[in-house]
């Protein structure tokens, strides 16, 4: 019983520290019941590969439709995402001191060497604009760590996963 609820501890535990961190702003003005209907910017650059991006926008059609709002050709509201990769430095070091002293006299000397390799994460904007303003009403910018050589399937999840995080905290609670 107990190595069951300590299997269960850590499972919640790796769930919670996935690394997907998503920050919101939104136009504390906007009236977000006038939104029910979407579609996306003609000329969308993702900057994902073409079949991650046909991944992301099935989730997000998922999402939004369980939400009530609708895919139109006339919509309330267009949909721009865009996304970049980078490269993090590794952050952890093993730390190497010398030092002496004696007689009032010291000195020092320490250096952090870098172990392990740097991380790569990907950023991906999502911007919900209003059509009849022209004007951006809410945005999500969520953050994560990437892995270019993961399975087809494994991106779909890790995709799903993101935007249904993503999408919590549409529409914003006032």
């Known amino acids: 019983m107990i190595m069951r609820n300590w299997l ?6 790796c769930v919670s520290c996935s690394g997907l961190r998503v920050d919101y702003d939104y136009d504390k003005n906007a009236d977000f019941s006038n939104y029910m209907t979407y579609n996306y910017y003609a000329d969308m650059q993702t900057g994902l590969s ?24 006339e919509p309330d509201f267009l949909i721009n995402v865009e996304s970049r990769e980078f490269q993090l430095p590794p952050n952890n070091s093993v730390g190497i001191g010398v030092g002496g002293g004696g007689r009032n006299v010291g000195g020092g000397v320490t250096v ?25 009403f809410w945005q999500a910018i969520s953050s994560s760590n990437y892995r270019e050589n993961a399975s087809p399937a494994t991106r779909e999840k ?17």
Do not use: H, W
């Open 50 to 73: 073409e079949l991650d991006t046909r991944r992301l926008l099935r989730a997000l059609d998922s999402v939004l439709q369980l939400k009530g709002i609708q895919f139109s050709e």
């Open 8 to 13: 269960l501890f850590l499972c919640l535990l």
């Open 158 to 174: 890790i995709l799903i996963d993101l935007v249904t995080k993503v999408m919590l905290k549409y529409p914003p609670k006032k």
């Open 112 to 136: 952090g060497l870098p172990i392990g390799s740097s991380n790569r994460e990907r950023e991906i904007i999502f911007d919900f604009i209003d059509t009849q303003k022209d004007a951006l």
